[in-house]
């Protein structure tokens, strides 16, 4: 990760499909779910530290 302001950059659901078509799936899941794509690698986990 980097420490550049601009390293993260905002993007509003209705651009998923046209930027990151891999994650659409997983923005239905349940609150306390995260998940992780990076290439070929994909998990899916229950936080319950984020749910309160």
């Given at each position: 990760m980097s420490e550049d302001p601009d390293f993260f950059k905002p993007?509003?659901?209705s651009h998923v499909r046209e930027y990151l078509p891999e994650?659409?799936?997983?923005?239905?899941?349940p609150p306390g779910f995260r998940f992780l794509v990076a290439g070929d690698y994909e998990d899916?986990?229950?936080?319950?530290?984020?749910v309160m």
């Open positions: 993007l509003h659901v994650i659409e799936q997983y923005l239905s899941l899916v986990w229950y936080d319950p530290e984020i």
